[in-house]
C-alpha cells in the first residue's frame, strides 16, 4: 500500500475515532486538514493534484471555501431555517392539532394519527427536525399521555414525525447534497416527494394497525362530534400551511423561482403569516433571527471544515482507494449498493447526517453512478437511509430533542422503545424504494422531461 493511500486510511480513521470526543465536528475537519497536509509535506507525499504539494495546495482550499460562501444555492439554506423558525412561533400547528383531533380523534390511535398529519405539514413547511420534534412533543405527547396512551407509542410517534422534515422538500439536507453532488435542486425535491409520502403513509398504517391490535395503547380520544363548523376550522386551519407549501415548492416545481428565490418566498410568506397572526414583534423576530444565525453558522462552519477535509482526502487517493474497495466486493452491482447503504446505517449510529452528507456522500455516489444507476434514485435513497440517523442511538438527534421537552415519566429508555417499530418501519420504505425507482424518478421526468 502506497504511503498517500495509509495516511488517508488515517485520516478518516482519525476523523470517526475524534467525533467521540464531542469536539466541535467543524473543529476535527478542519484540524485534521491541517494536520494531514503537514504529514504529507514532512513525509514528502505526493498529492493526487495536479499542482502537488506546495503553496498551491493552500490556494486551492481557499479557493474551494471561497467557492463555498459564495455559492448561490446555498443562500436558500439561511432563508428555509428562518421559515421553519418562524413558523413554528406563528401559532399555526396548534391551530392544526385541534381541527385534526375533531376529525380523527374517533379512531383508535386517532391522536397519533392528528400528529402524523401535523407533521407531514410541519415537514413540507420548516424543514426543521429540532423544531418540528419540540413542536410536535410540547401540542401532542401531553394529549396523547392524557388519553392513556402508551409511553413509548407516543414518544416514538413524535420523534419519529418530526425525522420527515429532513426528508420532504424544502428540505435543508437536499439542498446541501445538490450543493455537494452538483445536482439540481429541483430534480432532488421533486424525487423526494413520493418517498416522503410513503414513509409517512407507512406510519399512518402501523398507528392503525396498532390501535387495532392494542386498543389500551391507543385508545379513541374524547372528542366533539364532526360537524360543519369543525369541516370549516380544519379548511381554514390547513390554508396558512397549504399557501406557503403551494409558494415554496409549487415556484420551484413550475420552474417559476429557482430553490435560492423560493426560500426567499418562504420566509416573506412565513412573515407574512406570523404577522397576520399577530405574533410578529421584536422579541418573536430577536429569538428567530439568532436563532437562524447560530444554526446557519454551525452548518456553514461544518461545511467549511468538510470542504478541506475532503480536499486533502482527494488529494492522499482517498477517493479511489474507496473506489477499488467498493468494486473489490465480491457482489454484483446491486450488492455494492446495498453495502453502501448498510454501512451509511451503521454510520449513522455514530455521525450526523451533515457529516455522512458532506464527507461519506460524495466519496460514494461517483462509483454508484458508474456502476449506472440514477445519481436521483441512489442521492434519495442515501436521504432515507440517513433520516434513520436521527432515531438510532446513541447519537439520535431526534431523541435529545424530545427529551429535553419531554414531561416527567418519559425516559430515555421509554424513547428508545418507542422509536424501535419506526426504524423498522423507515427500513421498509428504503427496500419499497429500492424495488421501486419509479417513486424517485418519475415525478422529476414528468416535470423536466
Known amino acids: 500500500m502506497a504511503p498517500n493511500e495509509i495516511l488517508a486510511i488515517l485520516m478518516f480513521v482519525s476523523f470517526i475515532a475524534l467525533v467521540f470526543t464531542g469536539f466541535p465536528v467543524a473543529w476535527i475537519l478542519g484540524g485534521l486538514s491541517v494536520l494531514f497536509t503537514a504529514f504529507a509535506i514532512v513525509l514528502d507525499v505526493d498529492f493526487n493534484l495536479a ?6 495546495y493552500t490556494s486551492i482550499t481557499v479557493d474551494r471555501i471561497w467557492n463555498v460562501m459564495e455559492n448561490w444555492v446555498l443562500v436558500a439554506l439561511p432563508m428555509f431555517i428562518f421559515m421553519g423558525l418562524l413558523l413554528d412561533r406563528s401559532g399555526i400547528a396548534n391551530q392544526l392539532m385541534t381541527s385534526f383531533a375533531r376529525l380523527f380523534g374517533g379512531i383508535r ?3 397519533a394519527i392528528t400528529v402524523t398529519l401535523i407533521g407531514i405539514l410541519l415537514a413540507a413547511t420548516t424543514g426543521i427536525i429540532g423544531a418540528s420534534v419540540v413542536l410536535l412533543a410540547l401540542m401532542g405527547l401531553p394529549a396523547m399521555l392524557d388519553q392513556g396512551y402508551d409511553k413509548s407509542l407516543a414518544a ?3 420523534c419519529a414525525v418530526g425525522t420527515l422534515g429532513i426528508l420532504i422538500p424544502p428540505s435543508i439536507m437536499l439542498v446541501l447534497m445538490a450543493d455537494r453532488m452538483a ?10 416527494v413520493f418517498p416522503g409520502v410513503l414513509l409517512g403513509g407507512l406510519y399512518v398504517i402501523y398507528l392503525l394497525g396498532y390501535g387495532l391490535v392494542n386498543p389500551d395503547g391507543a385508545p379513541a380520544a374524547k372528542h366533539d362530534p364532526m360537524d360543519w363548523a369543525a369541516v370549516k376550522d380544519l379548511v381554514v386551519a390547513i390554508i396558512p400551511p397549504a399557501f406557503l407549501i403551494l409558494a415554496v415548492l409549487g ?17 416573506a410568506g412565513a412573515l407574512f403569516l406570523a404577522w397576520i397572526k399577530k405574533r410578529l414583534n421584536r422579541g418573536v423576530m430577536n429569538d428567530v433571527l439568532f436563532a437562524t444565525s447560530k444554526t446557519t453558522a454551525f452548518i456553514f462552519a461544518v461545511l467549511i471544515g468538510a470542504t478541506a477535509f475532503s480536499l486533502v482526502l482527494r488529494g492522499l487517493g482517498g477517493d479511489q482507494l474507496i473506489e477499488r474497495a467498493l468494486l ?20 449513522g449510529f455514530f455521525l450526523d447526517w451533515i457529516e455522512l452528507t458532506l464527507i461519506i456522500l460524495p466519496l460514494v ?4 453512478t458508474g456502476l449506472g444507476f440514477d445519481p436521483v434514485w441512489f442521492t434519495i435513497l442515501f436521504a432515507v437511509c440517513l433520516q434513520t440517523s436521527f432515531l438510532t442511538p446513541p447519537v439520535g438527534f431526534a431523541i435529545f430533542y424530545l427529551k429535553g421537552v419531554a414531561p416527567e415519566g418519559i425516559d430515555v429508555l421509554t424513547i428508545y422503545r418507542g422509536v424501535a417499530p419506526f426504524i423498522v418501519l423507515q427500513l421498509i420504505g428504503l427496500l419499497i424504494i429500492f424495488n421501486w425507482e419509479a417513486l424517485v424518478t418519475w415525478l422529476p421526468a414528468k416535470s423536466y422531461g
Open 328 to 347: 473489490g466486493l465480491p457482489f454484483g452491482a446491486t450488492g455494492i449498493v446495498i453495502s453502501i447503504l448498510f454501512a451509511t446505517f451503521l454510520l
Open 251 to 267: 415556484s420551484i416545481f413550475l420552474g417559476v423561482a429557482t430553490p435560492t428565490e423560493a426560500a426567499g418566498m418562504g420566509a
Open 183 to 192: 445536482m439540481s435542486v429541483g430534480d432532488l425535491f421533486l424525487g423526494a
Open 156 to 158: 416514538g410517534t413524535v
Open 109 to 111: 390511535g386517532g391522536l
Open 51 to 56: 499542482i502537488g504539494m506546495n503553496w498551491g
Open 365 to 368: 455516489s461517483p462509483v454508484v
